[in-house]
Every structure is written in C-alpha cells, then in structure tokens.
C-alpha cells in the first residue's frame, strides 16, 4: 500500500505556509496528487514523487552518500516502493540501505517534525538502459537528527562508494543549503512528543487504553495520555494541553510539572525522546468524553501487572510513586477518589457500572457502634465484571461455525459477539455485534445455551460473566456470503469438533464442546474457567 495522498497532500501544505513563494512551482506537484495515476510509484510519468534525508550529526554537518554511478554525491535517498507506509519511511529506508543507519538511531527534529525541509523540483536526463524518457522529481527533503553519539555508518559497497560529513554551507544542493543556513539545526536531539503522568491523592495513576489499530504506536496497550508536537505548538506543555483539549476534553490540569525525558520508538521505527509531565487529577474519568482509544481508567501500582502495559511505562509509573511516597509519604487510602469502571476487552470494551451508594452497608463493628466506609472505598470491594454475549451458529451438518481473531492470539477463534455496551440487555448485544462482526441479522427471540463465567485472570483485573445464544443453522450460501470486519476477524471457519481442538486452548474448546452439548440435549450449560480449570 503507497503512502496515503491526504497525507503528502499535508505535507505538501504545511511546506508551502513556511514557502508561500513556491506555490507556482510545486502547483504540478498538487496536481498530481489530485490525478488517477499513483504520484509516488516511478513509472508515473512525466513527473513523479522521490524522498531523501537531511541526516544531520551533533557537529551541524549533513550525511552525503558517494554513488558509484554517475559519481553523484547527494544526501541519502531514492524512489518511493509499494511497501512504504509513508514518504518518511521511505526517507528513512533509503538511510538504512545507503548508510546502514537503522530508524532507532534517529530522531526527528524539533524545527520541522515529520514535515520536509526542502522539495527540490529536478529534471532527469532519459535512461535507455531502464527504459526511462526524460521526466522530473519532485523530492521531499526531510530533517533526521542522529539520535545516539555512537551510531556508525555500514555502506552498502554495491552502489555506494563512500560518505562524508558536510558543513551546511558545503551542502551541494542551492535550495536545501538556502534553507539548512536560515534554519536553527543544531543536531541535538529533543523530544518532540509529550505525555502526562496523571494521578490523585490515593496514589492510583490514570491510563488510556489504546485502539487496537496497527498503524498506531503500541496498539492495544495501556498508556499515558498525550502525543507529538505540532507546529503551531508553542511548547512541549502546550502539546499536553492541546492533546488532552483533543482526546478528552474536560480534563483539565494546571500543575503540569516536568518530570521525565524517556525514549520509545515510534511506528516508522524511529527513536521518539518523549518529555513526561505529571500532575495530579482526583476526578472521574466515567463523566468525561473520550475521543481517541477505547477508554480511561484509575489503577492502583499493584494492579500494573495484570496490565497490557509497556515496561518502560510500568517502570515510569513505579518510579513516579516512588518519588512522591519519599516526600509525602504513603498515601492517605481514605481519601475521596472516584468509583472503578469497568474493563471490556481491547476491541469491544463495555460498562458495568458500580452503583453510587446513598448508604454504604456496615463492614465491621468498632467501639461506640457499627462503623460504614465511604462509598468509594465500598466501591472497590464491591465484585465488578464484563458482560459479554455470543451467537453459536453451525452449518447445516451441525458444524460449528467461529471466526478468526486479528487481535487476540491467546483467543484464536471466537464466537460471534463481544461485549455488552451501557444500557444494552444480552440479546440486543448478540444481535448488534453479530451484525457488525458478520452482516447477520440472527432470528430472535433465540435459545440460551449457556451462562459462562469466569473469575480475574492475568489478562484482565475482573471478571467475565457472558451468555451463549443459539442462532441456528447457516446455508452454505449464507456462510459464503459472512461479510467480516477487518479490525476483529479475518476468517469464518466451518469444521467438525474434534477439528477444533488442535486449534484452541484448552479452556476455549472445553467452553465450544459445552455449547454444542447444550444445543444438542436442550440443556443451558454452565460453564465455570474456574471449576474447569481446577478439576
């Protein structure tokens, strides 16, 4: 898949509004990426998109690459290929294959982002050797700091011959050296991204868990709220305010503090300084919007581990609490903090609420009488749980037919259903969620056939309480015609049951034979993990 043209099409843009001058010459360039033809792919004609990479080290000096061919002496770069997923990427590639100077061991710059630097309009002669007339580059020059002292370079000896380090004023080409010597570069790495570390009076942390989408950083993860800086940014605090206006507004903090610089790596591979803020919130995170990611939720330290979460902001985390417990000692657990939600699952996550308490029930006896926690601490105590309901469907040979998990390699194949939303009774999910996952509308009211339970594991904090539904026999024709959703399934698999069991885990084939019992005798199941799982 080429680099999307909303996206150059941005660039392009974002490059003009620092050179307006420029518009008339790059006007075909816009053009082209408004035409049929692909304006990245080499075999549009007669112009198409190339990318190079202005790698610049902490002495102010730029990467020049000495081809054997023609004896041409530019910055690293080339010919944008199908696999790249962004123009920058290919930038980088053409590094790495050049150079041998691998993404995680650069970094964008603070100047100019993932925005180029320079697009140099050039005519290149006609090649009879390739089959190639006359035509013209339109190259996006893109800023690249070297991220660590002691990268080294590893040439590629079949079409490079050598490299060097040049001045900005030794830089070959007239319009990137115009441009190197006006901008503020000075080659040291700085974050360009920000996060906040945000936590209340009790000590718990707020986390965002992540879409599960694989052109995001860290999918399907556990994360602190934030993003990269955007030109109009005036500072890295300003990048926290503006993600946060963003993503949930009515989260508002005023004590942002710096506390951290760490480093991770980004989707493109490169190396991404990360400036962390922390500031402290005692709110509740169910009474704002969410924009971007499935949810935000309070954790306490010693639930992190039961978490899909990067180590490095586990460690952060612990670090954090570490720090504050050192200066303000152990938290106060009896102060107000707002009531748990609940957990769903990283692609369909849903709401059990805990209910506000008027009068919370009397949990011991003291001196002088009964004695009654607050709400919010009876809240914890209180056992909370998804709910989730599915759709059994076989072929007409009685066949169980599931489907194929992109997101969950513990839980391979799947019924069809997912996670109750708020509000929705178990029927009314199995129906919306068949639907989306499948384009079948199953015919109701339909037969329970089983209540399946499950205590906390090491996925997930709570526990699952779920219903199974019978929805039928399918015809070939509809099996054929199961319109899936990319997102959570790439398979509708039909197979006999004992076919199933080399497929699954244990515990996910002993559930599907209690279904296809249950339909077969016309009794509900009820499926304990826990009772399965101990004998």
Not at 180 to 198: C, F, H, I, N, Y
Not at 254 to 277: K, W
Not at 310 to 334: E, F, K, M, V
Request: charged letters at 25%; proline letters at 10%.
């Amino acid at each position: 898949m080429p680099p999307a043209r909303p996206e150059v099409h941005a660039l392009v843009e974002t490059y003009l509004k620092r050179h307006p001058a420029e518009r008339a010459q790059l006007e075909p360039l816009l053009a082209s990426l408004d035409a049929e033809a692909d304006p990245t792919s080499r075999a549009t004609l007669p112009s198409h998109i190339t990318c190079s990479a202005v790698v610049i080290d902490r002495n102010r000096r730029v990467l020049h690459i000495h081809h054997r061919a023609g004896g041409l002496v530019p910055a690293p770069g080339g010919h944008v290929e199908p696999d790249d997923r962004t123009v920058l990427a290919t930038a980088l590639r053409k590094v790495s294959e050049e150079a041998g100077i691998k993404p995680g061991d650069l970094c964008l710059s603070p100047q100019f982002l993932d925005a180029p630097i320079d697009i140099d309009v050039h005519d290149i002669d006609a090649d009879p050797r390739r089959g190639e007339p006359e035509h013209r580059h339109f190259d996006l020059r893109f800023v690249f700091y070297v991220a660590h002292s002691d990268t080294e370079i590893a040439l590629q000896d079949e079409e490079v011959s050598g490299a060097d380090w040049r001045s900005f004023e030794q830089v070959g080409s007239p319009t990137l050296r115009a441009k190197l010597l006006k901008a503020d570069l000075d080659g040291r790495p700085e974050p360009v991204t920000a996060s906040v570390l945000v936590y209340d009076d009790t000590g718990r942390y707020l986390l965002h868990l992540r879409d599960n989408y694989p052109d995001i950083s860290e999918p399907g993860t556990f994360a602190l709220l934030g993003g990269g800086r955007e030109p109009g940014d005036p500072s890295l605090e300003a990048t926290i305010h503006r993600e946060l206006a963003e993503e949930v507004p009515g989260l508002h903090l005023s004590d942002l503090e710096p506390f951290a610089v760490e480093e991770t790596t980004g989707v493109d591979g490169m190396c991404v300084p990360i400036q962390t803020f922390a500031g402290r919130w005692n709110g509740n995170p169910d009474t704002l919007q969410l924009n971007e990611g499935v949810l935000l939720h309070w954790f306490p330290l010693g639930m992190l581990h039961r978490l899909r979460l990067p180590p490095s902001t586990a460690a952060l985390l612990q670090r954090h609490a570490a720090q504050r417990s050192s200066q303000t000692g152990p938290p106060d657990i009896g102060e107000t903090a707002p009531p748990y939600r609940d957990l769903g699952s990283p692609s369909s996550p849903g709401l059990v609420r805990v209910p506000q308490l008027e009068e919370p029930p009397v949990r011991g006896e003291q001196e002088g009488g009964p004695t009654r926690l607050p709400p919010e601490q009876y809240a914890e105590t209180v056992l909370k749980a998804t709910a989730f309901a599915c759709v059994y469907f076989t072929d007409e040979e009685d066949r169980p037919l599931q489907l194929h998990s992109v997101y969950s390699p513990t839980h391979p194949w799947q019924f069809v259903g997912g996670t109750m939303d708020p509000g929705e009774r178990p029927w009314q999910t199995a129906v919306r969620e068949c639907r989306e996952e499948t384009g079948i509308t199953p015919p109701g009211p339909a037969r329970l056939l089983a209540s399946v339970y499950s205590l906390p594991g090491a996925e997930w904090p709570y526990s699952t309480v779920g219903l199974v539904f019978d929805g039928g026999r399918l015809t070939e024709e509809q099996i054929r015609g199961i319109a899936l959703d990319p997102d959570e399934h790439d398979e509708a698999r039909v197979l006999p049951l004992q076919e199933w069991e080399p497929l699954m885990p244990p515990r996910d084939f002993a559930r599907l034979s209690a279904v296809m019992e249950a339909r077969r005798t016309g009794t509900a199941a009820y499926f304990d993990t826990w009772d399965w799982g101990n004998g």
